[in-house]
């Protein structure tokens, strides 16, 4: 079963940086597309950024694209997510996941970022 441990958020201050880390287990995410989501408080959970295994492209959505990167250590089975220029409208619980495969439907705990103004 797959399982998805996020950590690397905090409280920060507008403009800052952070970057969290998703150590995977029981999904392979050298031959998997990975993604990172996040939801803000009383809000639903909405898409952040994708990382393709085929061709090593990446998508994101349009306010955090030029801010944030989604990396990936093939060796380690972890992605990352490098957020600079943090925004309030940033803050929420950020969670990494599988984007295709048996297990795109688990998610974790997640870890928490809030960005102060």
């Known amino acids: 079963q797959g399982q998805f441990v996020e950590s690397g958020g905090g409280l920060v201050q507008a403009g800052e940086s952070l970057t969290l880390s998703c150590v995977v287990s029981?999904?392979?995410?050298?031959?998997?597309?990975m993604g990172w989501y996040r939801q803000a408080p009383g809000k639903e959970r909405e898409f952040v950024a994708q990382?393709?295994?085929?061709?090593?492209?990446?998508t994101y959505r349009d306010s955090v694209r030029g801010r944030f990167h989604i990396s990936r250590d093939n060796a380690k089975n972890t992605v990352y997510l490098q957020m600079d220029a943090l925004k309030p409208e940033d803050t929420g619980v950020y969670y990494c996941?599988?984007?295709?495969?048996?297990?795109?439907?688990?998610w974790g705990q997640g870890t928490q970022v809030t960005v102060s103004s």
């Open positions: 996941k599988a984007m295709s495969g048996p297990r795109a439907n688990v």
């Open positions: 029981g999904v392979r995410v050298p031959t998997t597309d």
């Open positions: 990382s393709y295994w085929r061709g090593g492209d990446t």
